[in-house]
């Protein structure tokens, strides 16, 4: 069994943006520019826009990250977007998520410009992903692809079962896995899936992505299968510093023994998506979307 360091692999890929990021400077052209919107105080949420300001700073880009108060209504959020869509200097950007209840995801994502849609939720990415046009592909899915890649999985063939049908993370996985290039045979397993203990076991490859911790269990998957989980719940937990600790969708300690990689919860796939983000804000510089 190998453990997916998903901390490792993001690693190597942050150099190699910014060996492009150099390049792509070199040759002329403005620093690319990523600018994150966040709306209200979600702690997770704070946390994760500290991460990808990190991130922009260690490959090269230059960020900002725009703090809105809670009370901030859906008028002025698109009037923000707005404007960031109508900046040339703004490659690409971000409104994270989720958003105050008052508002509307749907209206947000379909606000930002698709050009500049570097987390790939816009519409019009979904359906240029679909029909394997350049597009910016959504992080997660990414991020898992690039696990794969680095570890050279074999997928041609293989069954993947996906489990969770979510708009950012479930669907397009399914869709990608199942294009030319990787091959699989995919089974997109949700809540109102019948016998969900049998088809997972049938999976070469399995990634776990329904948000309910610890789902996975060791009667569920075959040996020698591949498990990505995608899953990070907080719980509340009197051995850490914080008071909590994140568990993932499969239970880890007793379907490690059985499968031949398997992504930790923290450390597998969490460190990749922000990779994917910054691959997304380079291509958009470089205009390739
Ligand atoms: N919230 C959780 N994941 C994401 C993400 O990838 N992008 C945004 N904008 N919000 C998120």
Known sequence: MQIIDGKEVAAKLRKEIATEVEQWMAAGHPRPYLVAILVGNDGASQTYVGHKEKCCNEVGFRSTVLRLPEETTEAQLLAEIAQLNADPEVDGFIVQLPLPKHISEQKVIEAIDPRKDVDGFHP??????????????????????????????????????????????????????????????????????????????????????????????????????????????????????????????????????????????????????????????????RKEV
Request: with cysteine; charged share 20%; proline share 5%.
């Open 124 to 285: 019009v990415n979904t359906g240029r992903m679909i029909s394997g046009l350049p597009a910016y592909l959504p992080a997660t899915p990414d991020g898992i692809l690039e696990l794969l890649r680095h570890y050279k999985i074999e997928t041609a063939g293989k069954h993947c079962v996906v489990i969770g049908r979510s708009n950012i993370v479930g669907r397009p996985m399914a869709n990608l896995l199942s294009q030319k290039g990787w091959d699989c045979t995919v089974t997109l397993c949700h809540s109102r899936t019948q016998n969900l203990k049998e088809v997972v076991r049938s999976g070469d490859i399995i990634i776990a992505a329904l948000g309910k911790a610890e789902f996975v269990t060791a009667d569920m998957v075959k040996e020698g299968a591949v498990i990505i989980d995608v899953g990070i719940t907080r719980v509340k937990s009197d051995k850490t510093k914080t008071g909590w600790k994140l568990l993932g969708d499969v239970k880890f300690d007793e379907v490690a023994p059985k499968c031949s990689y398997i992504t930790p919860v923290p450390g597998g796939v969490g460190p990749i998506t922000i990779i994917s983000l910054m691959k997304n804000t380079l291509k958009a510089a």
